[in-house]
Every structure is written in structure tokens, then in C-alpha cells.
């Protein structure tokens, strides 16, 4: 759904010819948008704006959309809509299932990595982030009709195995009964172990090699491993409200049994060549090859990458494949993203994209740390949040302060602005959501009836209310296309605040006839789009707060 300033935007520049570059009125009396076309196509023509400005106005067609249009000062020309489109377009998005998000023209299957922690790992800063930048994609291009496969890259595989199960042989320990906590605890002491004994960190690299054999016992121990922090994932996941599952997890060891054949394959086409040892692929524009067999015979993360683009594209038929991974790792997936493209795996008609992320700061402005100077994990800022707030509450703060800000920007953990119901906050956007609802609560408790339509809009504030609610679909798409959440959270901050202008100067139950029942109407659809807009983000939309 086009809002009505693309709409105005699209019918001003066939009769100018160029952008119009249209902006909000500075003030009421000067319509809702203004334009300064006339004044950059009197410069060019060499003619006086005011005498461009008039046959501009004869010209552009939007009749059917405003008011009669006005040239003011030395010729902006002032639009105004007319209050009845504004009502149309408000009860439309009221009547409407899909609140204006229009289902693609081409829908496809996007695959979307995200999350991807480490077994037996604390879930840490970045791993929240990715999961609430994930879940937002994921929610966002379902609403616009694609296909969404979310895959939960998680680190299950690689030479920590070997120590992690020598130590719970050695400690003769009972993975049955162990929780991620434990695990963790168990990594650290397998550490040191492995440090400080050598005869141990020999064990472990032979474990290593009997995991990948595939012997038994190992695969056993391993796999309790993974069931212990799959049930530590899904706690974090159901804490947090996402929307991924066990369906979703695939694994570094899901692409074991590929590796060896995406290497020959290279290697036999002559993409990959031996280079000190290493079989590397050498990528146009860099001096710095991709290693995808290491001198030892081992294989890194690019293979597993390489894999699992091969498997997303033939198996999955992704035509879009996002990851959802840290700034630091742009060079990686550009590596990654050339070398599948020159061995085909990565088809031209199929776009791969590296949304990265900056790092979660303290209030000091530096790296979030411990104060033993370790990494943060992801339940300790979640309780932190949770200290201050109920948990929707709290979880909208650290969404919303997550989503809010351009993905690649560092941004501060500071709870207590985070959980504000004042200001550019989560908890800002669900108070004016409970607000909408209280209203329309109080009209039903005092027997007010009112009909499902935005039919009266004389005043400037009901008036920019319904025009920004024009705009919600149009974003969503915007969203969907670009990977900015923060534009929508931008969109959905303007709605909350236009909605408590509105409440200010415009009373609701206090109106009469048909002013209150269209006002009320306006409630509901204000309601209806942000509750839309907060599930795409990942927040809840509370009937009261």
C-alpha cells in the first residue's frame, strides 16, 4: 500500500519532471506538504518561480487527492489533503486483514541465519543481538508473503568436542542430569585441564579424531552435549519471544559429510589451488586467499559456508540468503560470497547478504564487559533489564534499543533510558498502544457505540495521525527490502507520538455523535497498526501497562 505522500509525490513529478522533494508543512496553515520544485525549475529555465509555480499547479493532477492547491512566498506550492481521502485510507487500513502490508509481487524462499550460538557456551552480547535482528527479518518478509527459513548455525562441531568429552570421561560425569550452566562450568574446567596436563590434551586431540570417525561412545557423550544446550537456547529463545525452534537449528555438523566434496570439487575445476601447503581459492581484488583445506587436512569455517550455501540453494531453493552475523565478519562472507560465486554455487539470480552488527557499549562508552573483564552473557543483561521492568517490558527495551539505532552503529546498555515509557524506547511505543486501548476499553464499559469508520477529520492533529498511518505499509516494504529495522522503529515512534498529540487535543470520549465515533475509529486503527508493527519488531503490544 502506497502512503499518500508517495501517491502525491508520484503525481507532481509527471507534470515537473523531476523529484519534488516534497516535505512537511511548517505549519497547519500551510497545508501538509510543501514543495520547492517551482524554485529549482525557475533557476534552469530562467524563468520567474511564481509564473513556474502556477502552471505547475494548472498542470498537476490531484484533485481526487486535495485540497486546491497554493503558491505561497516566491513559490512553494502548498498541498493539502483532503480530510475525507485522509478518512478513507485510515478505515481502509482498519478494514483491512494484512493492516496495509501488501503481499510481494515476487514472492520467494529466504533463508535466514541467525543466532548461531556455541554449545556449551554461554549465549552471549552478539548472539542476542543476531537473534533479535533475525527475528525481525524473519517476521517482516513472512508478512510480505515469502517463504522464511530461518537456520540456527550453531556451533556444535570442532577440537573443543575432543576436550569437552575426554574431561566428562575423565570426571566420569552424568550428562543426563547437566544444564547449560554446567556444561559451561565444564568447558572452563576442560580448559584448564587441557592446559595444564599434557597427557590430557593428548586424549583430547585423539577424542577429537574419534568424534570425526564416528566412534559410539564419543558421538554419545557429544550429542548429550548438544541436548543440554538446546534446552538452554530455548530457554533464552522463550525469554526473549523469537520465534525459532529445534526445526530451525542446522548445525556446523550438518554440513560435515559435504566438505570433502565441495574441496574436490574446487580443486578439480582449478578454483582451489595449493598454496604453502594449504588448498586456497584466490578471489578477484584480493591478495589474501580463502583457505578451504588447511595444511594439516582440516577444514575451516569458509568450507562449512560454502556448504551450506550449496545446500541452501539446491536443497532449499533459497533465492535470497541472509546472514545475520557481526560486522567484524564482512571481509569472511565477502570471501565466502565470491568463491560461491565463481564455483556456481551462489547463482546469479540469487542474492546473498551480510547484514552486520556493531557491539553493545557500557555506559562509559567501552566494550561491555564484566568487571572481571570477561564477555557479558546474554541472561545477565536480560536479568538487568528484568530488575527494572516486567518482563514485556523489559524485552521491548532491549529489542527496541537493539532495532532502534542503524544495525551497523555500536549502541549503550543503558537500562534505565531503555525502559523509560518516555522518549525513543519500546516501552514508549507499547504505552501508546495500551493508551489506544484504554480508550476504546472506556467507550465499551460506558455503552458508547461507534461505527468502524474514519469519517471526521477537522482538526490538524486527527489529521496527521491518519496521514502517518498511510505510511505503514509502504515501510514494512521498505524494511523487507533494505534490512533497516530501525526505520520502521523510526515510523512506529512518529506514530506513537502523533497519537499523544492527538490524545492531547483531541478528546475522544468526551465528543459528541459523529466526531466521537470517528475518533474512536482513528483509536482503533492507531491500535491495529502499532500492535502490527510491534510483532513484526518482536514486541509484545500489552492491552494495559
Known amino acids: 500500500m502506497l502512503s499518500l505522500l508517495s501517491v502525491l509525490t508520484n503525481r507532481v513529478q509527471d507534470a515537473a519532471g523531476i523529484d519534488p522533494e516534497m516535505r512537511p508543512a511548517t505549519k497547519p496553515q500551510f497545508g501538509h506538504f510543501q514543495s520547492n520544485v517551482a524554485l529549482r525549475l525557475a533557476k534552469s529555465e530562467g524563468r520567474p518561480p511564481r509564473e513556474v509555480a502556477q502552471g505547475l499547479v494548472e498542470r498537476i493532477q490531484v484533485d481526487d487527492l486535495c485540497e486546491p492547491l497554493e503558491i505561497a512566498g516566491p513559490g512553494f506550492i502548498n498541498f493539502r489533503i483532503r480530510p475525507e481521502v485522509l478518512g478513507s485510507v485510515a478505515t481502509e487500513l482498519l478494514d483491512d486483514p494484512r493492516t496495509g502490508i501488501e503481499a510481494s509481487e515476487t514472492p520467494e524462499t529466504v533463508v535466514i541465519d541467525y543466532s548461531a550460538p556455541n554449545v556449551a557456551k554461554p549465549m552471549h552480547v552478539g548472539n542476542l543481538r543476531s537473534t533479535i535482528i533475525g527475528d525481525c527479518f524473519k517476521r517482516i518478509l513472512t508478512a510480505q508473503g515469502h517463504t522464511v527459513i530461518a537456520q540456527n548455525h550453531i556451533g556444535d562441531w570442532g577440537t573443543q568436542f575432543g576436550m569437552l568429552v575426554e574431561q566428562i570421561i575423565f570426571e566420569d560425569a552424568d550428562t543426563s542430569a547437566m544444564t547449560l550452566d554446567d556444561s559451561v562450568a565444564l568447558y ?36 548429550d552435549l548438544i541436548e543440554v544446550s538446546k534446552k538452554g537456547f530455548n530457554e533464552a529463545y522463550a525469554r526473549l519471544g523469537v520465534l525459532l525452534t529445534d526445526d530451525d537449528l542446522a548445525g556446523e555438523s550438518t554440513y560435515n559429510d559435504a566438505l570433502a566434496g565441495v574441496v574436490a570439487d574446487l580443486e578439480s575445476r582449478g578454483i582451489a589451488v595449493v598454496d604453502n601447503g594449504a588448498l586456497c581459492v584466490f578471489t578477484p581484488g584480493s591478495s589474501t586467499p580463502m583457505i578451504v583445506r588447511k595444511s594439516d587436512g582440516g577444514y575451516g569455517y569458509a568450507t562449512t559456508d560454502l556448504a551450506a550455501i550449496r545446500h541452501r540453494v539446491d536443497d532449499l531453493h533459497a533465492g535470497r540468503i541472509i546472514y545475520v552475523v557481526g560486522s567484524p565478519q564482512a571481509f569472511h562472507f565477502e570471501q565466502v560470497f565470491a568463491v560461491a560465486r565463481m564455483a556456481g554455487y551462489l547463482p546469479d539470480g540469487v542474492r546473498a547478504e551480510h547484514v552486520g552488527f556493531g557491539s553493545v557499549l557500557g555506559k562509559d562508552g567501552h566494550m561491555l564487559r564484566t568487571r572481571e573483564g570477561g564477555t557479558v552473557t546474554l541472561t545477565s543483561l536480560l536479568d538487568a533489564a528484568e530488575e527494572v521492568a516486567a518482563r514485556p517490558v523489559a524485552m521491548a527495551a532491549v529489542k527496541y534499543a537493539d532495532l532502534s539505532n542503524s544495525l551497523h552503529k555500536d549502541y549503550v546498555f543503558d537500562v534505565e533510558r531503555m525502559t523509560a515509557t518516555t522518549g525513543n524506547t519500546g516501552p514508549y511505543l507499547q504505552y501508546a498502544h495500551a493508551r489506544a486501548s484504554r480508550i476504546l476499553r472506556n467507550a465499551d464499559d460506558q455503552g458508547i457505540a461507534w461505527t468502524p469508520q474514519v469519517s471526521v477529520l477537522d482538526e490538524p492533529a486527527e489529521q496527521a495521525l491518519a496521514l502517518l498511518l498511510s505510511r505503514f505499509g509502504e515501510t514494512v516494504a521498505e524494511v523487507g527490502e533494505v534490512l533497516q529495522p530501525h526505520k520502521l522503529c523510526g515510523y512506529l515512534h512518529d506514530l506513537a507520538t502523533a497519537m499523544s498529540v492527538f490524545y492531547e487535543q483531541c478528546p475522544v470520549l468526551k465528543a459528541e455523535g459523529d466526531v466521537r465515533s470517528s475518533r474512536l475509529a482513528l483509536c482503533a486503527t492507531t491500535k491495529k497498526v502499532l500492535a502490527a508493527g510491534l510483532y513484526l519488531l518482536g514486541i509484545e503490544a500489552p492491552e494495559s501497562m
Open 188 to 223: 572452563r574446567r576442560a580448559q584448564a585441564h587441557f592446559r595444564a596436563d599434557e597427557q590430557f590434551a593428548d586424549a583430547s586431540r585423539r577424542r577429537v579424531v574419534a568424534l570425526q570417525a564416528g566412534d559410539p561412545e564419543t558421538l554419545r557423550i557429544w550429542r
